[in-house]
């Protein structure tokens, strides 16, 4: 989740409708300009008995941020605790329960997204070699309660927390048990943005499936494979899901806007500090009735911070977001911003994605939104049989538009090898967490603590 470092006061005041529009038109960038922004979760866990550590104990988590800054790593402060970390790699950030982020730079290519992911893992490692502590890669806590759970000093948390079970009854899972990867993609037009979230929404599904890894709730299987999928579906429905609007005719930047408009509010963050606006309507921010704040007018920076309090499927703010895959290691990491890349940067494979999806009807695609989180691959796809039916289908097309790019590294490879471990995956029908089952119930012995010996970094 986003980490506010200042107030702007030299933001905009929004003086009209139009401007929120143009927020979005404001991202587009010629194709030559295009990146590729990765984002991803780990698990912080106590190598002694696998506890999570707080904040401040020793060896927590400041003194793994005070750790990291020896690799150039700046910090970023809130309320005089360090929460952050700024660098030539974009940021570290903390989730809600002290989950581990690396939000990455924009980079051209994955060969250079695949060494940034790299050199962090390598970071935080060596600086857990230091502290005792191991980071595992998984989309939920395999064996924590929420109360087992630190909560990090950070204040827009604080709001969630207590606003979270007023509209659903999982999201404090969602904010203290769940980790994913992510990545953020451009557009160069409105027309193109909107055919690239359509695809991304269509077949957000696919990618939950194999990149499905969440099969365990404290300690025992929980009858899902991604479970962190499903939390979604009962955390706030007024700022998740699969958005059906964004396939009517004319969608667009405008509808967006409202859409967002329509989202509660979360905060307002004025003089370093986070304003309690939970529930309250930015609309009426725009009118100057804010009860939080009354006779204020919102400024564009304000507007930012609210776009990144909704929680879709596929997220725009001046850049798309993809965000339907669990947590794992290092190669999935590196696999997920492939195929999104693969499917979206060239313009053959995005419609030839398109064309596979644009005639599913919209209780078609919610119905495998619904049916995913249980059932991975084996999900089924009106008139296309399952999902792994469809899957290497898709993983062709992927290949074909990472191809097309022709982006080499110094061996004069191109990109398409990083889709490997998603090939592996539909050849043998199994996704993750599938094969983390298989060895609870078989080599584990039913003690799902081993899990910290096979899926840490």
Same mark, same amino acid.
């Given at each position: ?273 986070? !304003?309690?606006? %939970? =529930? +309250?309507?930015? $609309?009426?921010? #725009? ?7 009354? *006779?204020? @007018? ?98 062709? !097309?992927?290949? %074909? =538009? +990472?191809?097309? $790019?022709?982006? #080499? ?7 398409? *090898?990083? @889709? ?38």
């Amino acid at each position: 989740m986003t980490t506010k470092t200042v107030s702007d006061s030299n933001s905009p005041l929004i003086e009209s409708r139009d401007q929120l529009i143009a927020s979005f038109a404001k991202g587009e960038k010629a194709k030559d300009r295009w990146r590729i922004g990765t984002e991803h979760e780990k698990f912080v866990y106590s190598r002694a008995d696998h506890h999570a550590p707080s904040w401040d104990e020793p060896s927590g988590i400041r003194a793994l941020l005070t750790e990291l800054q020896q690799y150039g790593w700046k910090p970023v402060e809130e309320g005089g605790k360090i929460i952050a970390l700024t660098g030539a790699d974009g940021s570290v950030s903390l989730e809600p329960a002290g989950q581990f982020e690396l939000s990455g730079a924009p980079l051209d290519n994955l060969h250079q997204t695949c060494a940034e992911t790299g050199r962090h893992l390598d970071q935080v490692k060596a600086a857990g070699d230091k502290l005792g502590i191991g980071f595992l890669g998984l989309g939920m806590w395999p064996d924590k309660t929420r109360a087992e759970l630190p909560i990090m000093p950070k204040g827009r948390y604080a709001i969630m927390l207590r606003h979270m079970p007023r509209v659903g009854t999982m999201g404090l899972d969602m904010m203290l048990r769940t980790c994913t990867i992510q990545v953020n993609l451009d557009y160069a037009t409105e027309a193109d943005m909107a055919q690239k979230f359509r695809v991304g929404l269509a077949l957000q599904p696919l990618a939950t499936a194999l990149f499905a890894n969440s099969p365990f709730t404290e300690g025992k299987p929980n009858g899902y494979l991604s479970y962190r999928s499903h939390i979604w579906s009962d955390t706030d429905p007024a700022r998740t899901g699969m958005l059906p609007f964004v396939f009517e005719d004319g969608f667009g930047y405008e509808r967006y806007a409202d859409y967002m408009l329509d989202v509660p509010m979360y905060f307002v963050y004025r003089d370093g500090k986070y !304003i309690d606006a %939970a =529930g +309250l309507s930015f $609309r009426d921010f #725009l009118k100057g009735e804010l009860s939080v704040l009354p *006779g204020e @007018l919102p400024t564009l920076d304000d507007w930012n911070d609210h776009l990144s309090t909704a929680f879709p499927e596929v997220r725009l703010k001046t850049f798309l977001e993809m965000r339907g895959a669990d947590g794992g290691p290092w190669n999935r990491i590196c696999a997920l911003p492939a195929l999104w890349v693969g499917l979206l940067y060239d313009q053959g494979a995005l419609d030839a994605a398109w064309d596979l999806v644009k005639h599913w009807s919209m209780e078609a695609r919610q119905a495998l939104r619904d049916s995913v989180p249980r059932l991975g691959l084996d999900a089924p796809v009106a008139g296309r049989g399952t999902l792994r039916d469809i899957a290497a289908e898709v993983l062709d !097309i992927a290949n %074909a =538009g +990472l191809a097309a $790019r022709a982006r #080499l590294n110094s061996s004069g490879d191109n990109e398409t *090898g990083f @889709l490997d471990p998603l090939r592996d995956i539909v050849r043998t029908g199994k996704v993750p967490a599938q094969q983390l089952l298989d060895r609870y119930n078989g080599a584990w012995g039913g003690d799902v603590s081993k899990v910290y010996e096979e899926q840490s970094f």
